[in-house]
């Protein structure tokens, strides 16, 4: 395919014009068809439009569908760091709450030590 590649665009515009014309009568043999070779160059090159703009949409979709799964994977690692962050402040604020509390047990079990050894000095 490559070699017909390369030979195709070496060729002068004159012989360019005599392959579509030669690829022409074997189309319209074999089909029975009656193209020029103008008309068969231009529908082999609306086929290749057609076929590069479909591999364009399809790099376009696997583009935005790649962008989407990332996104998606982003947006839930946000929300698993904001329920991280939620959760650390809650026990901070728990922690904090916790302390005070424990420090006024610890004052009154110290006042309730005070009053047991009164009552045992008794």
């Not at 604020?93 to 509390?101: F, H, I, P, R």
Request: hydrophobic share 35%; aromatic share 12%.
């Amino acid at each position: 395919m490559k070699k017909a590649n390369a030979y195709y665009h070496s060729l002068e515009l004159r012989e360019k014009k005599f392959f579509w014309k030669e690829f022409a009568s074997k189309i319209n043999l074999k089909f029975g068809m009656r193209y020029s070779g103008s008309t068969v160059s231009k529908k082999f090159q609306g086929l290749l439009m057609d076929n590069y703009v479909k591999r364009k949409e399809e790099r376009i979709t696997r583009f935005v569908s790649d962008y989407i799964r990332i996104y998606e994977k982003n947006v839930a690692a946000r929300m698993a760091s904001n329920d991280v962050a939620e959760t650390l402040v809650l026990l901070s604020k728990l922690g904090e709450s916790a302390n005070v509390t424990l420090r006024g047990v610890d004052k009154e079990n110290k006042e309730n030590e005070k009053d047991y050894r009164m009552e045992q000095e008794m």
